[in-house]
């Protein structure tokens, strides 16, 4: 148990961090946090007056609307924490955000498979931040987040703790992970690269096919796939307004998305199935119904029926797919829930 300290849930993303702070009563209702994950440092020789208020650090969206003066450092990536005085910069950005007295503790997300090492660097990290962390993977946590504990035990209600196939597209890295009722293990997992930050790399490449002379930007890429994302039977075309050599100009890109976004969800698919092939027999009928999509990717239109129909396909039978809606705060959710459970003993000091 925790005693009176303030409990907190912490989603560390690539692209997207949550800090959920536990509520009155233990759950996530307290104050939560989100913020892209980045870090802007003022570029040598910034005039004064060009940043606001003369600051030489910005975080998250004030990182990136001012990003033409400041070196963007991207703490996180491919999932794990690669730059650790920015990402503890990152950190105390985010505690300031919410309302903490008194010693805090908080149960921060690592993605499936990570190893002691990558556990260890996400401590030294949070070090200074936190008084005490516990290191859980993400996946588990998203389950722990997704259950409507209102629901448990009631007909035709699969608990996703219990009995669940998570699929997590996020930007860095996307995590197939198994969950029946233990702490996945690692046969029940699977981390792929193949994620949104590589599904913006796969649209560049597949749009300058079609149109050679024109140059998308890593920015407005990932905001043309953010707002035209789909799997399957094209829902509209989609026509975009680009600049080319100054001069606006409006390109299809519905074939480049389709493939783009396809590619991408094939291979998860493959992930799936063999990760369903190697499951136990005796749960894998219950767990086929309970299939949930979250991260950002899981915004792709018409992704759960098109990962249903191709599962089918693979001959699985009858399968349900629930892509999460509010998933941004999903695994910090699961965090926060699991932060009171933390037995004395296993909360570990963040490492200096
Ligand atoms: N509608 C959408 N269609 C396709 N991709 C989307 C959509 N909305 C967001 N994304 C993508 O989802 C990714 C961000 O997802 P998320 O916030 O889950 O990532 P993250 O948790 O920060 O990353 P990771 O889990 O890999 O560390 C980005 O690549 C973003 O462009
Ligand atoms: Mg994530």
Redesign the pocket.
């Known amino acids: 148990m925790s005693g009176k300290a303030t409990l907190g849930g912490l ?7 949550v800090l959920q702070m536990n509520g009155p009563k233990d759950g996530a209702n307290g104050p939560c946090v989100i913020h892209r ?1 980045v870090v802007g440092y003022a570029k040598d020789g910034i005039l004064p007056g060009v940043l606001p208020d003369g600051r030489a650090t910005f975080y998250g969206e004030e990182a990136i609307a001012n990003r033409l003066y400041l070196d963007l450092a991207w703490p ?1 990536v ?2 794990f924490v690669k730059e650790i005085d920015a990402t503890r910069d990152f950190l105390k950005f985010l505690r300031s955000g919410v309302p903490t007295d008194g010693e805090f503790r908080c149960v921060i997300g690592c ?1 499936a498979k990570s190893s002691l090492d990558e556990q260890t660097v996400i401590r030294r990290a949070a070090a200074g931040v936190f008084d005490k962390v516990f290191v859980a993977p ?1 996946p588990f946590l998203s389950a722990l987040g997704a259950r409507d504990e209102a629901r448990v035990g009631k007909p035709g209600y699969i608990d996703p703790v219990k009995n669940s196939l998570f699929i ?8 197939l992970c198994i969950i029946q009722g233990y702490y996945p293990r690692k046969e029940d997992q699977i981390r792929l690269t193949d ?3 590589r ?2 790399e796969v649209l560049i490449d597949a749009a300058r096919r079609t149109y050679p002379d024109v140059r998308l930007s890593p920015h407005s890429v ?1 905001s043309i ?3 035209n ?1 789909f799997v399957g039977t094209p829902p509209g075309p989609v026509k975009v307004d680009v600049m080319v050599m100054g001069k606006a100009r409006t390109v299809d890109l519905s074939d480049a998305m389709r493939q783009a ?1 396809e590619t991408l969800i094939n291979r998860i698919i493959d992930a799936a199935a063999s990760l369903i092939e190697q499951s136990n027999p005796e749960g894998v009928e219950e767990m086929l119904q309970n299939i949930i999509v ?4 899981s ?3 018409q992704l759960g029926p098109y990962i249903a129909a191709r599962l089918g396909q693979k001959g699985f039978g009858s399968v349900k797919v629930h892509c999460v809606q509010d ?2 705060a999903l ?1 910090a959710a699961g965090a926060v829930k699991m932060a009171p459970r933390v037995k004395e003993e296993n909360w570990q000091i963040p490492l200096t």
Not at 11 to 17: V, Y
């Open positions: 989603d560390l993303g690539t692209n997207t961090s994950t996180v491919d999932g993605p993400e997590d597209i996020g930007a860095g890295t996307s995590d994620a949104g930050n599904l913006d990932t796939k953010e707002a994302s976004c979250t991260g950002g990717g915004q792709i239109r998933y941004k695994v």
